[in-house]
């Protein structure tokens, strides 16, 4: 489903995405390692990551007022760091 929903948020924002298909690992901490699902192409030379998630009927309170469940914010954070990201 990861690449239909990124698909969808391209077609949405208008964003490039681009499909990572590898582990990264970090230049310097080579225990810290990332699997994106995607790179999002922002135009002006910034680069994002999209993580692409899926969840049933029994988990919406997890994702309630707009919010995003602690341990996938986590996880971004970490991939983050190990691509040297800055946020936006």
Avoid at 9 to 37: E, N, Q, W, Y
């Amino acid at each position: 489903m990861e690449d239909l929903a990124a698909e969808i948020f391209s077609v949405k924002t208008g964003l490039k995405v681009h499909p990572v298909r590898k582990m990264i690992k970090h230049t310097l901490f080579l225990f810290m390692l990332s699997d994106v699902d995607s790179f999002i192409d922002f135009g002006d030379g910034r680069t994002g990551i999209l993580e692409c998630k899926t969840t049933n009927y029994n988990c919406q309170n997890k994702w309630a007022n707009d919010s995003v469940p602690v341990n996938y914010e986590y996880q971004g954070r970490h991939y983050m760091a190990v691509m040297n990201l800055d946020g936006l």
